[in-house]
């Protein structure tokens, strides 16, 4: 059962959107949540009280009057107002009954994170067909059963038991596994990347997967789209409202059911049929959506799509200090058909004032070593991206910390005085870099092997160039993104 959605009009506004007291509630409604954080319900509402959710929440509790120091309601029908949205974490039989009394009360949006529904067979799937019977009869959006709803950061709202460890960011998912949501908080964050808003659907009683990619189509805080997916039941549906949205927004997929072993574990999981990996594969290919294999290139390509500007083409300068890393990289493009184009006679001149004689002016370019950073960093770089035959750059990172500290200390610095001048120069390099990025608007990608808590790479990635590392990853990124621009040009 899915209520009638219109076309995405990326010019509309987005509070039309049906989903948008979902997302952006004003004031909430939580049921199950107690004092005893053991249960889920108390861990939901904690985490969206630690992240500041700034209308009134209304714990229902028949016994206690305060729950986390909020003031608790007996029955739904008692609250001051009818809040935007529901959250129930309750055992399965009680479940119809509430929705029951929120859809009495007025209340037309819940998140049923209870599970116990059609995934679990039998008895479960006349209780999800009488779940739906209500939402249809009081016309409530829900999100679930089996999920565990929604997070949006910029409104400050986390239905997820995971307290939010990453900062407000440009990635919006839609996820039919639950706590993949809350797990990768952490995870993006070391690459300083982050959800804008992210839908868990579980069993999709009424909202799935394109009800919310048409939802994060129109949100102005999502610049791409991520995908969990298990199985799709409106395969036309999905192919429209993807072609309609990939000339505006990136989605990337990654798909789990094409395996016998794969189907096996999405049935069990959120009861869905999944399909044969070379019909999504067809799919993803008519409508434009990028394919991941793993949720390490589903983000990975996330955030590449979100934060670097349309290539001209797939023509890559590599430069680097280490030729090995640079051969890897270099490879890794030849065998995914990126180009490595030969440098004009201009180009080859201008980079001789920075490469020593132990080095190659040729792609990739290798400067072996440099008493300078800002050689390596904003000099070179500035040469190759002039060149109207280079369309992106990738730059192998290495300048270790300990070993700029030891040569300034060997200089007669005290350890202090030359950290404070590091971070100083990396300071400026930032700042550089920055002025380049707005000077020459391509696509530049770093890869590295050392930390990426490092002064050098937080640098870079606090100035919109994602860090990545393995030279694999940042060329397979790259790809993604030529492949996107491909897939837009065909679309037209």
Do not use: W
Not at 217 to 242: M, N, W
Request: proline fraction near 6%.
């Amino acid at each position: 059962m899915h209520y009638k959605i219109l076309k995405i009009n990326m010019n509309s506004s987005i509070t039309e959107n049906p989903l948008y007291p979902i997302a952006n509630p004003r004031h909430i409604v939580f049921f199950g949540a107690s004092n005893n954080f053991s249960s889920m319900g108390s861990l939901l509402l904690a985490a969206t009280t630690d992240l500041g959710f700034e209308g009134p929440i209304y714990p229902v509790h028949r016994k206690d009057d305060l729950v986390q120091d909020l003031k608790a309601y007996r029955h739904v029908s008692e609250l001051p107002e009818i809040p935007d949205l529901a959250v129930i974490v309750l055992p399965t039989h009680i479940v119809c009954e509430t929705l029951e009394q929120c859809g009495k009360f007025g209340i037309r949006s819940a998140v049923v994170v209870s599970g116990g529904f059609k995934e679990v067979g039998g008895e479960g799937i006349e209780l999800e067909k009488k779940l739906a019977g209500i939402a249809e009869k009081y016309q409530i959006r829900i999100l679930g059963p089996n999920c565990l709803g929604v997070s949006n950061l910029y409104h400050k709202i986390n239905t997820t038991p995971m307290p939010v460890e990453c900062e407000p960011g440009f990635i919006g998912l839609v996820s039919q596994s639950g706590s993949f949501v809350a797990q990768m908080y952490a995870y993006l964050d070391q690459f300083n990347l982050g959800f804008s808003t992210a839908f868990s659907v579980g069993n999709q009683l009424n909202v799935d997967i394109i009800d919310c990619m048409r939802y994060l189509a129109e949100c102005p805080h999502t610049k791409v789209i991520a995908l969990y997916i298990e199985s799709i039941d409106r395969g036309e549906e999905f192919i429209q409202a993807a072609r309609e949205i990939t000339p505006h927004k990136p989605i990337v997929a990654l798909y789990v059911g094409g395996s016998e072993t794969g189907r096996r574990a999405a049935f069990s999981h959120t009861g869905s049929l999944s399909g044969p990996d070379e019909l999504y594969e067809g799919a993803f290919q008519q409508s434009g959506v990028i394919r991941a294999h793993t949720i390490t290139e589903l983000f990975d390509y996330c955030g590449l799509l979100g934060s670097q500007p349309k290539p001209n083409g797939n023509n890559i300068a590599i430069l680097t200090h280490s030729g090995g890393p640079g051969a890897v990289a270099a490879d890794g493009c030849g065998r995914l058909g990126l180009n490595l184009p030969t440098f004009t006679a201009k180009t080859c001149e201008d980079l001789k004032e920075y490469i020593p004689h132990t080095g190659n002016v040729n792609n990739p370019v290798d400067l072996t070593f440099t008493r300078n950073p800002r050689d390596l960093l904003i000099s070179i770089p500035e040469v190759l991206l002039e060149d109207e035959g280079v369309d992106i750059l990738l730059i192998y990172l290495f300048m270790p910390e300990p070993m700029a500290l030891r040569r300034m200390i060997s200089a007669g610095m005290t350890k202090e005085e030359a950290i404070q001048l590091y971070n100083q120069m990396m300071d400026e390099v930032g700042d550089l870099f920055n002025e380049l990025r707005k000077k020459i608007n391509k696509p530049i990608i770093g890869f590295t092997f050392r930390d990426l808590g490092e002064k050098l790479q937080q640098v870079f990635m606090d100035g919109g160039m994602p860090v990545f590392p393995s030279p694999d990853r940042a060329v397979k990124s790259i790809n993604a993104l030529v492949q996107y621009y491909e897939y837009r040009k065909n679309l037209k």
